[in-house]
């Protein structure tokens, strides 16, 4: 599939935007009229009738001229262009076969004066990510970025970036695509689920996103995601803590399934424990893992959610050496912390491997195309193996740093960031299949805090090396403080040969005249993420606190002094100077919503230095407390429709499991 992409691509031959030539042939729009007319089967389904639906919002957008939409029957004769969207009959007559294409692959073709944007389709929703037949939509978007320019910044209307054009014309083209990784996604769980029906508690009504307002949102994203391509999940080997919960199931009648501990007891004290160890050498559990399989699915063996392996001569003869001395950025990949110190702490990788593989060999008896999944590349597994294993293209796992707190976020140390690399290449090289699946945008809260350069040279530098596709946990919403991040992984996710500055030079161009100022705005903050990574981690490294993904709002005034803020508005007051001699408010209003973004930070970092790292307001601060948290709900509330922020993620996933806002809310906001 490789090869056919990269030959079609460069037949891509020509586009021309603004000036018009003579060689132009497929014209939608020239000097403020409407050349062509979008054209859909009689019978169009309901993709390609939402993909005509883009297509001619965007034009719309960019030219100010309505292109009319009709039938394959009503397509008038006389026109110059029909701009074909979607299965037609009049395709096959000029051999466009979508029945022929791979799945999420589309066919952008020029014939005489036509134009035709093809995919397999289905009856199937066209926004749903594990949706393969959108073919079709995603040829669409493909033209809309690379004619119009068109750039999706964040959720809603001012996050659509369409250029101004007078002609939408395109000399000739042919081209056939899919995208680069076979499965794309940043996790959105809370808010996925306010359009399947799902409501969100009164307390985060209360205090964040209104009702309707996260309803609304979570419309927006889903159309914002599918703009970028996110899908393919239906192609997704499926992954998870294969053994967690065995102990509870099988411990009683088999101990011995489970972890040695140093104390030669096996499993856990506690019955009930879920995330305990298997002893992957025992070969009665090994026969037993492939007997309770169904024979078809992925075979899945992934460690439980929690570091720490079986003590067994057996099991520890499976792995590795250990390093004489671990790096000091990786103490935790190779000690034991307060979890779990009475099993071994070590790179387990080898052992890990070999158990795939032993298994896939068993499994081979009942199914001779077996497919293990190993699940997660992840905490005592972390390291490459060390010991030349072989392992093949019938298993896969998934990359997640996650492992000492050197290595969790972005930015993180040089050295930390190279030895990354290095484990990486080590699992690629025994020849298995490896997907990505990070957890670092978690981090930063409602706070500026983020990078682009280390996080983005890593995606491009592991989609060269293997990456077959990537999910990410999680899409927290932080457009206005995040921007750039988020942006750019959008990006790659859907075109990981995108350089980092094209990236970064596409966002800031829709701030037009203040592109300049946004940019060296965000490279403030990103400066300041670079130059305290080790404050930031020294800050979090304290189990008092927790980690720092979910602890982030016991720390946020720490990490974040007024005086830095300050200078930061500063260069937003230009960059606002800036973009208001343009006639287009747009720019000034996207320089806003940032400002919207640095304003919601400091009332919460006012907020967070009342509550001062602890979970309920000090004695004697009520009064205090509860004016700083009516200032920042107000001003939630004023400014939520901009999406500035996923306040759903905020209120619910960091503010109230870590401080007690329901007994602030009742004494202060309810005058109870
Ligand atoms: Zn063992």
Request: net charge negative; hydrophobic share 35%.
């Amino acid at each position: 599939m490789n090869l056919i992409k990269h030959l079609f691509v460069s037949i891509f031959i020509c586009v021309v935007l603004s000036n018009t030539t003579s060689m132009a042939q497929v014209i939608l729009v020239r000097d403020g009229k409407a050349y062509a007319v979008v054209v859909t089967a009689d019978d169009a389904t309901a993709t390609a009738r939402y993909a005509a639906g883009e297509l001619v919002g965007h034009v719309e957008k960019a030219t100010g001229v309505r292109l009319e939409t009709v039938t394959e029957s009503d397509a008038p004769a006389d026109i110059h262009t029909r701009v074909y969207i979607g299965e037609t009959k009049t395709g096959p007559h000029h051999g466009i076969d979508p029945g022929r294409l791979p799945r999420e692959a589309f066919i952008l073709r020029s014939v005489g004066n036509d134009l035709f944007i093809v995919g397999k389709e289905d009856d199937g929703d066209p926004l749903d990510p594990s949706n393969p037949n959108a073919g079709t939509l995603f040829g669409v978007y493909e033209f809309l970025e690379e004619v119009l320019k068109v750039r999706w910044l964040w959720p809603g209307e001012l996050g659509t970036y369409v250029p101004v054009a007078t002609a939408v014309e395109v000399n000739a083209i042919n081209r056939l695509h899919s995208p680069a990784l076979n499965f794309r996604e940043l996790v959105w769980g809370p808010v996925r689920g306010l359009i399947h029906g799902g409501k969100i508690e009164e307390e985060d009504a209360l205090l964040g996103f209104s009702h309707d307002v996260a309803h609304n949102y979570a419309g927006a994203l889903s159309v914002f995601l599918r703009r970028h391509r996110m899908g393919g999940m239906d192609a997704k080997p499926p992954t998870g803590h294969g053994f967690s919960g065995w102990w509870q199931r099988y411990g009683r009648e088999h101990p011995e399934w489970f972890s040695l501990r140093r104390d030669g007891t096996r499993g856990d004290p506690d019955p009930e424990a879920v995330h305990v160890d298997i002893c992957v050498t025992n070969e009665e559990l090994q026969d037993f893992i492939v007997e309770q399989w169904d024979g078809e699915s992925v075979l899945r063996l992934g460690p439980v959610d929690r570091p720490g392996r079986c003590t067994c001569e057996e099991c520890r003869s499976w792995d590795g050496p250990q390093p004489e001395t671990p790096p000091w950025f990786a103490k935790y990949v190779y000690e034991a912390d307060s979890r779990a110190s009475e099993v071994f702490h070590g790179a387990t990788s080898d052992r890990y491997a070999r158990f795939w593989k032993t298994i896939q060999e068993k499994a081979r008896e009942r199914n001779p195309h077996v497919i293990v999944s190993g699940s997660f590349i992840y905490e005592n597994e972390f390291p490459a193996p060390v010991t030349g294993i072989r392992l093949n293209k019938n298993i896969y796992a998934e990359f997640v740093q996650w492992q000492d707190p050197h290595l969790r976020w972005f930015p993180m140390p040089e050295e930390a960031y190279e030895w990354i690399k290095e484990q990486w290449l080590g699992w690629q090289n025994t020849g298995l299949r490896m997907g990505y699946r990070p957890n670092y945008l978690h981090d930063g809260y409602v706070m500026p805090h983020f990078e682009t350069r280390q996080s983005g040279d890593f995606f491009k530098w592991a989609f060269e090396h293997g990456m077959e596709g990537a999910r990410f946990d999680s899409n927290t919403g932080q457009w206005a403080v995040h921007g750039p991040r988020l942006y750019m992984h959008m990006r790659l996710i859907s075109k990981p040969e995108i350089e980092i500055g094209e990236i970064r030079d596409e966002y800031f161009s829709a701030f037009g005249p203040a592109a300049e100022n946004v940019e060296h705005y965000f490279n403030y903050w990103e400066d300041f993420a670079f130059d305290n990574v080790l404050n930031f981690i020294d800050m979090f490294h304290n189990p008092r606190v927790g980690w720092r993904y979910r602890a982030y709002p016991l720390k946020a005034h720490e990490a974040f002094p007024l005086e830095v803020i300050e200078q930061a508005e500063e260069i937003l007051d230009r960059a606002l100077e800036k973009a208001l001699t343009s006639s287009k408010k747009e720019y000034a209003g996207r320089v806003e919503f940032l400002r919207i973004g640095l304003d919601h930070a400091r009332l919460t970092i006012n907020l967070a230095s009342i509550f001062d790292g602890n979970s309920t307001v000090p004695e004697g601060r009520m009064e205090e407390a509860g004016e700083a948290l009516r200032e920042l709900v107000k001003f939630r509330k004023d400014n939520q429709e901009s999406y500035f922020s996923d306040l759903l993620r905020v209120t619910n996933y960091w503010e109230r499991p870590r401080w007690d806002l329901d007994n602030l809310i009742k004494s202060t906001m309810t005058g109870e």
